[in-house]
């Protein structure tokens, strides 16, 4: 059964820095493609940034510069650096593994006040 665990997330003023994290259990993690994704209030679910099994990085527009993603396959985790955060980054975050399907974490609340 692939679980997916984030944590990191917070309250943080603007122009702060959190990084979340997200452990897999379950599968053959260093096989597959890794996505942050966020849900604001009302909005829906979009990406923030995925890697590769080979490392290749891709973001979205709006985090482009300020949010780096990464992942360490002996640890089977994941990473969303975010630094130079602002209100609209509040959202939930969700780690997604990419496979024959997507499988999603449970979320982590992140909150960036002006």
């Known amino acids: 059964q692939v679980q997916l665990v984030e944590s990191g997330g917070g309250l943080v003023q603007a122009g702060g820095s959190l990084r979340l994290s997200c452990v897999v259990s379950?599968?053959?993690?260093?096989?597959?493609?890794m996505g942050w994704y966020r849900q604001a209030p009302g909005k829906q679910r979009e990406l923030v940034a995925t890697i590769d099994s080979g490392g290749s990085t891709n973001y979205a527009e709006t985090v482009k510069g300020r949010f780096t993603i990464s992942r360490d396959n002996a640890k089977k985790t994941v990473y969303l650096q975010m630094i130079g955060l602002k209100p609209e980054d509040t959202a939930v975050y969700y780690c997604?593994?990419?496979?024959?399907?997507?499988?999603w974490g449970q979320g982590t609340q992140v909150t960036v006040s002006s």
């Open positions: 997604a593994l990419i496979g024959s399907r997507l499988y």
């Open positions: 379950g599968t053959i993690f260093s096989v597959n493609a």
